[in-house]
T-cell receptor
């Protein structure tokens, strides 16, 4: 299917465990982003990537790791999950310079850390 | 969001018109997006304004004043499906900054 997908859609994990959230897009967009959305904060940028093998920190990168070995995939790893990382995570992609083009969002992953 | 202000909640009646305002800090400004987000769903793109003025897309219009650091989203002929959050999103130095969103409630 064309578009942008995320997996899993829902995840419950325990404090201290490693968790990887997957993001896949089929448009060959250059830019990909990871956001978290929490009540009272809106969407906050965690990491973004301008192309394969190029990643950069966003507003709230601590506790997260990303990689982008292929253009279409942009996984987000929580190395040692904490309760403060309970959130809804959205992946997005855009075709042009990230700030000048609309972003297409995946359906989100709802993560609960117990 | 960083220096983006929009009302937290608004209520309007089906069939009416509503204007959602957004003010932002003008330093590094390159453009302004509006996104719609229904509860439990992902944001979807509505508009992108770079130049001053009003841009109309069907029932939705977006206005920008660069000198005043001000934008609004105008929704006409409101429908129940317009109940959603509306996100004011700034392009600052080619980085995207999201406002916290305005939750719009539509009454029948």
């Amino acid at each position: 299917d064309a578009g942008i997908t995320q997996s899993p859609r829902y995840k419950i994990t325990e404090t201290g465990r490693q968790v990887t959230l997957m993001c896949h897009q089929t448009w060959s967009h250059s830019y990909m982003f990871w956001y978290r959305q929490d009540l009272g904060h809106g969407l906050r940028l965690i990491y973004y990537s301008a192309a394969a093998d190029i990643t950069d920190k966003g507003e709230v990168p601590d506790g997260y790791v990303v990689s982008r070995s292929k253009t279409e995939n942009f996984p987000l790893t929580l190395e040692s999950a904490t309760r403060s990382q309970t959130s809804v995570y959205f992946c997005a992609s855009s075709g042009k310079t990230g700030g000048r083009d609309e972003q297409y969002f995946g359906p989100g992953t709802r993560l609960t850390v117990t | 969001g960083q220096n983006i202000d929009q009302p937290t909640e608004m209520t309007a009646t089906e069939g009416a018109i509503v204007q959602i305002n957004c003010t932002y800090q003008t330093s590094g400004f390159n453009g302004l997006f509006w996104y719609q987000q229904h509860a439990g769903e992902a944001p979807t793109f509505l508009s992108y304004n770079v130049l001053d003025g009003l841009e109309e897309k069907g029932r939705f219009s977006s206005f920008l004043s660069r000198s005043k650091g001000y934008s609004y989203l105008l929704l006409k002929e409101l429908q129940m499906k317009d109940s959603a959050s509306y996100l004011c999103v700034m392009n600052r130095d080619d980085k995207i900054i999201f406002g916290k969103g305005t939750r719009l409630h539509i009454l029948p």
